[in-house]
């Protein structure tokens, strides 16, 4: 299946993403590609084979309603872009709620 | 309420209106890690690179939001899937560290169930169409030139339970809302605590006239308080017949409600439907819940309000209107239990904790769970009131006693007798009382003599005050009677 740049478009949208429109023809051309690679998986015989969303047969993987300490402040932020010895900071955004 | 109850009435068109109510859960840490839930806080300091969804670190499912939702879902008559599945709701808000929140799509814990709220009259019963578990977001604090993002919030665990469109009116919703928040309260899966935006929920609202099809639905999002909530509804409701009388065209949107002004706006107008690429969670293992597990959560569910009104009733044939108020709070309704269950006159112990214990657990700025006394206390105090050992506002005195660090272990019984409270039944003593009384107030005396029976009150407080509140109201009004007999 080929990706136009439609899609493109519409999942930068949902990501926030930018694109000039090379690049958005870039990204079907490329994304194209690797669909009709994965897509070959498709063709397998699947008939009576239960889906499978996990790689391994666990189930109920619990821990314990038990409280750690949480990571020390200036260690959380200091790796962040922007923050104020608090907080992360981004640039202003209208509250979508 | 019945003002709103006949312009519905009144109105062509029917509301079909349905809740998606998210409750944070009473776990002591997060979903996912051990990060403490705790409201408040210094921003960002309950926060690990587990909950800001670091390169590395896997989400590990805290055993306890599983039982909470479980026992949430028995709560509200719920079917429990035997197998369900955490699902990746895909999409991008500084809220959200990781770019998308862990939820549950087409397998969640619960579906299913019902709930009776009151309606008018009489009772309904709202579906719950399911109820599922995923993590809540961060909390944006937005300044003048950037956006501060606050962790401490994010990851907690929430269960959100969606309705079926089975409410009408305002007052459904209200009914509906108070009625699962009891539930949620009782079984101790939420603290439900709505000023700290731990119930929140979502109203969706269209209308149609009788026999059209559905109208178009709107959204509104985050009401926090059940008053918010009714007037919400009330105020989208008309919002949507008025644009439908006039001739308008209603869109599909989102809708802000603000509480203060009160009326909503727009968020955003929907064209689309949402699209939030969801796919299995991998890093989460399905959730199996089995028989024995069910059963065993189903031992721990207390016994509901509703049924603990019903039981005050008939057994304590308190009024509805008494049940109703005792039953709000679990932490009073259990004392009442301990009190009455002890054999203490059941209407004198709801009095006592109605009246001054609910004041004064106020005026403290008590959570009722904190009341300084247990149910044997409140048992020896209404037995006291019962026996005609003290008078109810000597009981007043004493239960404002119980409050107080001094007295703290002391029984009512004690407090009595260190503060001579004990009421005067002394029938002689109590008759010449009331002789000087009538003696140095002749034109009262007279004035019932005539005919005017609510005179006596006025000599039974001047007795109450001539004995310093002590004298027995009741007998000093029958001796007054008969010494005033004609």
Redesign the interface.
């Known amino acids: 299946m080929a990706i136009t740049k439609d899609t493109i478009r ?1 999942i930068a949208g ?3 993403i930018g694109l000039t429109d090379e690049e958005a023809e870039r990204f079907a051309r490329d994304l194209s590609k690797i669909d009709t690679f994965v897509g070959q998986v498709a063709k397998l015989e699947t008939e009576g084979v239960a889906p499978a ?4 047969q ?11 300490p ?2 020390p ?1 200036e260690e ?2 200091a790796n962040a872009p ?1 923050h ?1 010895g ?8 209208l ?3 | 309420m019945a003002e709103a109850n006949t312009a519905a009435a009144a109105s062509e068109y029917k509301a079909v209106i349905g809740l998606e109510v998210h409750a944070e859960l009473a ?3 997060k979903i996912y890690c ?3 839930t705790t409201f408040g806080g ?8 587990g909950c ?1 969804g670091m390169p590395g670190t896997l989400p ?7 039982e909470y939702c479980v026992k949430a879902g028995l709560a509200l008559n719920c079917k429990i899937n035997p197998f369900s ?1 955490q699902d990746r709701k ?5 809220d959200l560290p990781k770019g998308f929140q862990v939820s549950q799509l087409d397998l969640p814990v619960c579906q299913n169930g019902w709930l009776e709220i009151k309606s008018g009259d009489g009772v309904k019963r709202v579906g719950i169409n399911r109820i599922h578990i995923e993590e809540d977001a961060g909390k ?12 401490n919030r994010g990851a907690t665990g929430l269960i959100e339970i969606v309705s079926e469109p089975d409410m009408s009116s305002p007052e459904d919703v209200y009914a509906y809302m108070e009625a699962l928040r009891e539930i949620l309260l009782y079984t101790g899966v939420s603290n439900c605590k709505m000023e700290e935006g731990s119930l929140r929920c979502d109203i969706n609202i269209s209308i149609h006239k009788d026999g059209e099809p559905y109208g178009v639905r709107t959204e509104m ?2 009401l926090n308080s059940l008053s918010a909530a009714k007037a919400a509804t009330a105020y989208e409701i008309k919002r949507q017949e008025k644009v439908l009388r006039e001739g308008g065209v209603l869109f599909q949107a ?1 809708l ?1 409600w603000d509480d203060d002004k009160g009326l909503n706006y727009v ?2 107008v929907k064209e689309h439907a949402d ?1 939030y ?1 969801y796919f ?1 969670e ?1 890093d ?6 089995t028989p024995e597990e069910i059963r065993l959560i189903r031992d721990t569910l207390p016994e509901m309000p509703k049924a603990r009104r019903e039981r005050y009733r008939e057994r304590y044939g308190l009024s509805e209107y008494d049940a109703g108020i005792l039953t709000v709070n679990k932490a009073l309704s259990d004392l009442f239990d301990q009190a009455a269950g002890a054999g203490a006159p059941a209407k004198t112990c709801a009095n006592l904790i109605m009246g001054d214990v609910a004041r004064l657990l106020g005026e403290k700025g008590l959570p009722p769970e904190q009341a300084p006394f247990d149910g044997s206390a409140l048992a020896e105090l209404a037995n006291l009131v019962g026996e005609g050992a003290i008078s109810s506002s000597a009981a007043s005195k004493v239960t404002e006693m119980l409050f107080e660090p001094v007295y703290a272990g002391k029984s009512p019984k004690a407090i009595v007798e260190e503060m001579d409270l004990g009421q005067v039944s002394d029938e002689s003593a109590l008759r010449e009382m009331c002789r000087q009384v009538v003696a140095d107030n002749p034109k009262i005396a007279a004035d019932y003599r005539g005919g005017k029976k609510q005179a006596i009150s006025a000599l039974v407080g001047q007795v109450m005050k001539a004995s310093q509140g002590k004298a027995n109201p009741g007998m000093v009004n029958r001796l007054l009677q008969e010494l005033l007999q004609p």
């Open positions: 519409q949902l990501a926030k969303t996990h790689s391994v666990m189930k109920s993987v619990y821990r314990d309603d038990v409280m750690i949480s990571l402040r959380l932020l922007e104020d608090s907080g992360f900071l981004t640039p202003k955004v509250d979508e709620g | 776990t002591d840490s051990g990060c403490s210094e921003e960002n300091s309950h926060v690990c690179p800001l590990l499912l805290n055993r306890k939001a599983v599945r895909h999409y991008f808000y500084p944006l604090i937005h300044g003048a030139a950037d956006t501060k993002i606050d962790c999002k985050n989102t802000r968020m955003r699209e690429y299995p991998p989460i293992m399905p959730i199996v819940v």
